[in-house]
């Protein structure tokens, strides 16, 4: 596996395969520290991961003594209690989250829930308290930050849940408001389907309560492109509505509706200081997994 392209391990192709998640958290999260690793030798001159660079004053006995050998560079080693932060993961697994286009290799909660392990076993391997919540009409699955809970067993929990019923976002912002008491980096994964007019107002009382946000919005390339060219029967999956139409007679104005959506969300987030991502079921996880990492380290 060590030889495997990073941009393989990290595709929701072979991710998608591995039903364990805490095995494919383990996976693509050492794939990537490696290939983070091999970069910054290569462009000389970053901190390694979980070092900074020594000033006047650190202990010397923190000094890392081998990397100032290698490199000519001095950097001490930051313990646990100096970069320990709070993340909480909010996962929409409502009845729409199950959609699965013919070309994704998974549906769209099961992509979400993959980030959601990812950031989970990446969080504490930098010694990060995770909570998780999962929630559809009910909450699902809640798990304050504890020291005393294993990242192992939330990954489980996590791999029992279905997804069915409606939407009600309230639940994350409720467990926001009673789990979290500190300071927390919140990554909140959803579709965000009809929350358009609300979405605001959540990510306004995570801001005033201190919390930095980023909201992951997953959609399959299927709801981005409309890429039928045939008659069929569209069935929203959470209020069962029906509609039958030609896409190719639709594609324009779904394209410029779903374009005033995406735009209005982005701009909510903007608005609100949240970091937006859009996710599509197809791409690489990557480029969210190091997203995360930046966002974390400019807290710190």
Request: proline share 1%.
């Amino acid at each position: 596996m060590s030889d495997t392209p990073l941009s393989v391990l990290l595709s929701p192709q072979l991710l998608a395969r591995i039903d364990d998640y805490r095995l494919l958290a383990r996976v693509a999260v050492e794939g990537l520290l490696a290939g983070l690793q091999r970069s910054r030798k290569a462009g000389g001159g970053c901190e390694f991961l979980q070092y900074r660079e020594y000033v006047a004053g650190d202990e010397l006995k923190y000094l890392d003594w081998k990397l100032l050998a290698r490199q000519g560079k001095a950097y001490t080693k930051q313990f646990q209690q100096e970069t320990n932060m709070r993340c909480a993961i909010l996962i929409d697994a409502s009845a729409s989250m199950g959609y699965r286009g013919e070309k994704a290799a998974c549906e769209k909660f099961r992509y979400a829930a993959i980030i959601a392990a990812c950031i989970a076993y990446l969080a504490q391997k930098q010694g990060d308290q995770v909570s998780l919540c999962v929630y559809a009409d009910t909450e699902l699955l809640s798990q304050p930050g504890s020291r005393n809970y294993s990242v192992g067993g939330l990954l489980s929990a996590l791999g029992r849940i279905s997804v069915a019923g409606t939407t009600d976002h309230e639940l994350a912002v409720q467990f926001v408001d009673k789990a979290l008491k500190r300071r927390s980096l919140i990554v909140w994964l959803s579709d965000f389907h009809h929350y358009e007019t609300q979405l605001g107002d959540s990510l306004s009382r995570f801001r005033l309560s201190g919390h930095d946000s980023m909201l992951c919005q997953v959609l399959d390339e299927d709801e981005l492109n409309l890429p039928f060219n045939r008659t069929l029967r569209y069935v929203d999956s959470e209020s069962n509505r029906e509609i039958s139409t030609n896409a190719g007679l639709i594609r324009q104005a779904y394209k410029q509706r779903l374009g005033r959506f995406l735009e209005d969300t982005r701009r909510c987030c903007l608005e609100q200081q949240c970091d937006y991502l859009l996710a599509c079921t197809a791409d690489n996880i990557g480029e969210l997994l190091a997203a995360w990492l930046d966002k974390r380290e400019g807290m710190l």
